[in-house]
Nanobody, 124 residues
Framework: VQLQASGGGLVQTGGSLRLSCAASGRTFRINVMGWFRQPPGKEREFVAALNGSGVRKNYADSVQGRFTISRDNARNTVYLQMANLKPEDTAVYYC??????????????????WGQGTQVTVSS
């Protein structure tokens, strides 16, 4: 399974961005999909995840109400719509996927497949 993330960029405080992550290869292995981020000088942290159908979702408290995760299984793609962005959202964003159904897993170790990361920078 390969994951290709895109959509990052530079945006002002209060702005919006949409990240995309397309899966290829043995996509039948994928169930849960999610997003993590790694701010400068910090460890990778959980952002959001959703189950195979896309109905059940899990968000970090820091993004609840501002970010929306969704997926299009026909396109093997997961999205992260980010609104009301803040400087503290600045990070490299990574998409992740796993064959399990545990969309409550917030640990990076719980995901088998990773994308290459896309930079999001929010200016104040």
């Amino acid at each position: 399974v390969q994951l290709q993330a895109s959509g990052g960029g530079l945006v002002q405080t209060g702005g919006s961005l949409r990240l995309s992550c397309a899966a290829s290869g043995r996509t039948f292995r994928i169930n849960v999909m999610g997003w993590f981020r790694q701010p400068p000088g910090k460890e990778r942290e959980f952002v959001a995840a959703l189950n195979g159908s896309g109905v059940r979702k899990n968000y970090a408290d820091s993004v609840q109400g501002r970010f929306t995760i969704s997926r299009d299984n026909a396109r093997n793609t997961v999205y992260l719509q980010m609104a009301n962005l803040k400087p503290e959202d600045t990070a490299v964003y990574y998409c992740a996927a796993d064959p399990t159904s545990n969309f409550y897993n917030r640990s990076p170790g719980g995901y088998s497949y990773w994308g290459q990361g896309t930079q999001v920078t929010v200016s104040s």
